[in-house]
């Protein structure tokens, strides 16, 4: 497609509800970040991927959060067991092979209630 | 670690009016810089970027030069208008471009 696009744009959890978040990247990209941004703040770095392979976890905040890319194409961010702490806008980009550049997602706002 | 400071809005100016929105950075290497605008209800973009000390970037009017002595990366306009109302994200990367650390972001209000 012509850009990033994530789904749901919208997510509502009770609290203790596992939840999955979508991104289809532009066709081809190679690269694929995953990004927090809680309320009134900017995006803090969660995931990479290239191609199928998570190259960097680190700033996965634990264990209940997992990502998955397992086509090298679309990935899913799962978080288990949500928390209130979980509410906040989570980013998709992409990057094709030897630019510098992301293409950012919309976003999908996940509410824990 | 990383990370970026900029100055905290929202900034309220006046069509054709002065820009300028403070940022500085810590980090150990040589980090590439960027700003970010996020318009409402749209994902973040690119406005412009340096990835070296004394490059200066520049997009649509607005202009940041890296300035390594003082870990800064101001941005600035000389005229805004009343479309560069967005939230203004400061940020920097690792060598590889992998990882970027934002600073919190600066609501820009324009009026006509």
């Known amino acids: 497609g012509a850009g990033v696009s994530q789904s749901p744009r919208y997510k509502v959890a009770k609290r203790g509800q596992d939840v999955a978040l979508r991104c289809d990247p532009i066709?081809?990209?190679?690269?694929l970040f995953w990004y927090q941004q809680a309320l009134g703040q900017g995006p803090e770095f969660l995931t990479y991927?290239?191609?199928?392979?998570?190259?960097?976890k680190s700033g996965l905040p634990s264990d209940r959060f997992f990502a998955e890319r397992p086509e090298g194409s679309v990935s899913t961010l799962k978080i288990q067991r949500t928390q209130q702490e979980d509410s906040a806008v989570y980013l998709c980009?992409?990057?094709?092979?030897?630019?510098?550049?992301?293409?950012f997602g919309s976003g999908t706002r996940l509410t824990v209630v | 670690g990383d990370s970026v400071t900029q100055m905290e809005g929202p900034v309220t100016l006046s069509e054709e009016a002065f820009l300028t929105i403070n940022c500085t950075y810590t980090?150990?290497?040589?980090?590439?810089l960027f700003w970010y605008v996020q318009y409402p209800g749209e994902g973040l973009q690119l406005l412009l970027k340096?990835?070296?000390?004394?490059d200066k970037g520049s997009n649509k009017g607005f202009e940041a030069t890296y300035r390594k002595e003082t870990t800064s990366f101001h941005l600035e306009k000389g005229s805004v208008q009343v479309s560069d109302s967005a939230v203004y994200f400061c940020?920097?990367?690792?060598?590889?471009?992998?990882?970027?650390?934002f600073g919190s972001g600066t609501k820009l209000n324009v009026k006509p």
């Open positions: 980009a992409s990057r094709p092979q030897g630019r510098h550049g992301y293409t």
């Open positions: 066709s081809g990209h190679v690269s």
């Open positions: 991927f290239q191609n199928e392979a998570q190259l960097d």
């Open positions: 980090a150990t290497g040589y980090p590439s």
């Open positions: 340096a990835t070296k000390a004394d």
């Open positions: 940020a920097l990367s690792d060598r590889n471009f992998n990882k970027f650390y």
